[in-house]
């Protein structure tokens, strides 16, 4: 019987053959840690172990600063603090401060990470990096201190389901909508502890930016991590970052033909709609055009689900088929996933025309995922997302989110209403 890739990365992890459903010690690639959350790992570390404890590897632990960036209180600028510290006497390099963004997307832009590796970190969305073929995943700061220790973790092996994907998107219709329908269909325990293999043409097809997409809600439905082996330009991306080792790392840890799987799905995106995740839970899905004509106080475009230049790009081409300014009573914000994301918007003239239209365009941060950061929503406003959960209350107590794609955020943007982006730019 062959392996699935989750097999053969814990595998290499754990140095020994493993079954499904075996717990198992793995060696820790890469210990991460957000500005929310890290200060407690450095903490628990020194409270355990003392403060002239060392770190098992200064070169495998990283920190990103992306929830609160700039710190927008003392108590967070002071947590800040802890970790900058704690990084200097430790010797830690990998210390992506306030500048840069989004902590996976940062890290992978950094080559920080290679297929089969095993992250750790303090975000619940850690395994989006599963679109580069690497097991990541979210844990509580007490792992992650534990890491620092010894650079293990411990993990029963999951099973895997495969999600077979084909066709071609049509205009105004994208991965967001695929990644939408799939948790409509499946609910929020349907991958539940799962690994979940992408494939098919419309994946080996996918850009980054698609494939991070893709893979940033699988928290959503109670999946362990999602993997997608890099190929194509994904690959090249990835090689130009992080070195000439992807290649073989991808030969030697794709699944085998013969792989067992406990569920195998089939999708084809030839006839998909643009699709919305209503409030106040992200598998509440109806097609846009189902909830069209309600009324939009505020849309976010941005997080680590949408905040790519694809992203942006996207936003961009619905924004100027419609004439360019967004309606007046509804309050736009754009924010990149990265510096480098940002940086091209402003170079290939993005950023210009998002301000002249009437938008927000900020620094690259997670942003309004939460009701910490620059602009939470008052009580009975709703709002718009790109974001990767809608939970009420999560950017504000008593306001309501849709969760949508890119461009039917700003087709409603536009209008000042739930707006299916075909209406802008036509089928």
């Not at 993997?227 to 090689?239: K, R, T």
Request: net charge negative; hydrophobic share 40%; proline share 4%.
């Amino acid at each position: 019987m062959g392996k699935t890739i989750i097999m053969k990365i814990m595998e290499r992890a754990a140095g020994r053959p493993v079954k499904v459903g075996e717990r198992v010690w793995c060696n820790v690639d890469l210990a991460s840690a957000r500005d929310f959350g890290g200060a407690n790992c450095v903490l628990q570390f020194e409270k355990e172990m003392g403060m002239e404890a060392k770190v098992w590897d200064p070169d495998k632990i990283a920190y990103t600063f992306d929830l609160q960036a700039p710190a927008h209180s003392e108590k967070v600028a002071n947590n800040q603090k802890i970790i900058r510290e704690f990084a200097k006497r430790q010797g830690i390099k990998h210390v992506f401060d306030v500048n840069h963004g989004v902590g996976q997307h940062v890290m992978l832009e950094a080559g920080l990470m290679k297929p089969g590796d095993v992250v750790l970190g303090t975000d619940s969305h850690m395994n989006l990096l599963g679109s580069m073929g690497i097991f990541a995943t979210g844990v509580g700061n007490s792992d992650v201190a534990a890491a620092y220790i010894a650079g293990t973790a411990w993990f029963r092996v999951p099973e895997t389901m495969k999600v077979v994907v084909t066709g071609k998107f049509k205009k105004g219709v994208c991965m967001r909508d695929l990644l939408t329908k799939i948790i409509g269909d499946l609910g929020a325990g349907g991958m539940d502890y799962l690994a979940v293999e992408f494939t098919g043409e419309t994946i080996e097809n996918a850009s980054v930016a698609e494939r991070i997409t893709l893979c940033s809600m699988v928290t959503e439905m109670s999946g362990k991590v999602p993997l997608i082996m890099p190929n194509g330009e994904a690959l090249e991306w990835l090689v130009a970052r992080a070195g000439e080792e992807v290649r073989e790392r991808v030969k030697m840890l794709s699944a085998d033909a013969d792989a067992e799987y406990c569920k195998v799905l089939h999708y084809d995106v030839t006839d998909l709609e643009p699709m919305a995740s209503c409030p106040d839970a992200p598998d509440n899905v109806k097609t846009v055009r189902e909830v069209a004509g309600t009324h939009v106080d505020q849309v976010h475009i941005g997080s680590c689900s949408n905040g790519r230049y694809e992203d942006m790009k996207a936003a961009y081409d619905v924004l100027m088929a419609g004439g360019g300014v967004v309606h007046p009573g509804t309050r736009v914000i754009i924010t990149p996933s990265t510096t480098e994301v940002q940086m091209r918007c402003v170079k290939e003239g993005l950023a210009l025309k998002f301000l002249e239209a009437g938008i927000v365009f900020t620094n690259p941060t997670c942003a309004l995922c939460t009701a910490e950061h620059y602009g939470a929503m008052p009580k009975g406003d709703v709002g718009i997302a790109t974001n990767n959960r809608n939970f009420i209350g999560k950017v504000g107590k008593g306001s309501h989110t849709y969760l949508m794609s890119p461009m039917a955020a700003m087709a409603s943007a536009l209008r000042g209403e739930i707006t299916d982006p075909r209406d802008i730019l036509g089928e």
